[in-house]
């Protein structure tokens, strides 16, 4: 039976965000299975976010500069790579902790690299005519998140987390699959559309200060975003949650983000992906004082069901903000440079600063600094996007 294109692209989300949630949302409880120490888990996913930074953009610059590759050759490769030393780990006893967390710290580069190619994907398809609903198959790919960590966090209760190793490789191995078959037409017109001359990343943020100011706000956003996924433990604790809340909590948060993706999708067209960008802002506002706020399990739960309106609809905005704010040269670059700046830069604050805040101060503090990068984010929002209206 052949997939359709949409089809198709919903599968490479759901087997890439399941792999991602089979692996790296138990990556402490692994790591520290094999005997890494808090601190020194800490030092891995941090050099994963770190290396990811520079990963991406090395990346889009090398298919700017070879015409012949396309954009699912880059998250092939990434995916291809995460997967060999995901099997490497599991197969071979390597030595521990520096070699053994160098290989880990490299699959959650790899991973966290893949997005903006996959992204781009979709903006491909769309411009060659293929309708590809962006949103609706990113929330797919949510719910197989979802999916995944509820299933195995069941199944890590009777197993040991070396179980996670094959289980991230076989879904991977269908996101490539999937990708293998991602085939687009060449346009009449792409010759002529390629730019003449390679462009640097400095060169793509002087020509758009606009979309500069707007990878501010990504990493203010992204800062309030870790802090709430990282922490997620101190969080439902201070409410009086066990562990059964946080995977609830995980659970409400992913399963949300299907709807909400797909209404972004179908209103793109009435409103501008700036207006959703502003909107989202707002929302994770209005969250983290609910998570400031809260005393009790409920409110906990409430404050994760505006994932609906924050990060839900942030991802698919980010999207289309990067497909109508650059031109087609530079919207690979585009949209790595949202993930470095989001997950990466803003990830790797959120982790640091919401840690340390945590241990000296209590997570009411931790919550705080949640709040006024959010509130920042909303205000560089604001202004990098006042003119961006339909």
């Not at 399941?18 to 005997?35: P, R, T």
Request: hydrophobic share 50%; with cysteine; net charge positive.
């Amino acid at each position: 039976m052949r997939l359709s294109m949409n089809t198709r692209y919903a599968v490479i989300h759901a087997s890439f965000w399941g792999a991602y949630g089979s692996l790296w949302a138990f990556i402490a409880l692994v790591l520290e299975y094999n005997g890494f120490a808090s601190a020194q888990v800490g030092v891995v996913t941090s050099c994963a976010t770190l290396l990811s930074v520079f990963l991406s953009p090395a990346v889009s610059s090398l298919l700017d500069a070879r015409p012949g590759l396309e954009n699912r050759h880059g998250a092939m490769a990434l995916l291809s790579l995460a997967a060999a030393l995901c099997l490497l780990a599991w197969l071979v006893p390597l030595p521990r902790p520096f070699v053994l967390g160098a290989c880990f710290a490299l699959i959650g580069a790899f991973l966290s690299s893949t997005p903006p190619f996959q992204n781009a994907m979709a903006m491909d398809a769309n411009r060659c005519g293929i309708p590809v609903v962006y949103g609706f198959c990113r929330g797919v790919g949510s719910v197989s998140y979802a999916a995944a960590v509820l299933l195995l966090g069941f199944v890590l209760e009777r197993h040991a987390p070396t179980l996670l190793l094959p289980v991230f490789a076989a879904l991977t191995a269908c996101g490539l699959l999937a990708m293998s078959g991602f085939r687009l037409p060449e346009r009449p017109d792409e010759a002529a559309d390629r730019p003449a001359e390679h462009r640097s990343i400095a060169a793509v943020l002087r020509s758009h200060p606009r979309f500069a100011l707007t990878l501010l706000g990504c990493m203010f956003f992204f800062l309030t975003h870790t802090i709430s996924n990282t922490y997620m433990n101190a969080l439902v604790g201070k409410a009086g949650g066990t562990a059964s809340a946080v995977g609830t909590s995980l659970a409400i948060s992913a399963v949300l983000e299907l709807p909400a993706m797909t209404l972004v999708s179908r209103l793109q067209k009435r409103f501008s992906p700036g207006f959703f960008l502003r909107f989202a802002a707002g929302a994770e506002v209005v969250k983290f004082l609910i998570f400031y706020l809260a005393r009790s399990m409920p409110l906990i739960y409430l404050g994760h069901c505006m994932q609906f309106f924050q990060f839900a609809v942030y991802a698919p905005a980010t999207v289309y903000y990067v497909a109508a704010a650059l031109p087609e040269r530079d919207q690979l670059k585009g949209q790595s440079l949202i993930y470095v700046a989001g997950s990466g830069l803003g990830g790797a604050l959120g982790n640091l600063l919401g840690g340390r805040l945590l241990d000296r101060s209590g997570i009411q503090t931790a919550l705080l600094l949640g709040t006024v990068s959010a509130a920042a984010s909303l205000l560089t929002f604001c202004l990098s996007t006042r003119k961006d209206s339909r």
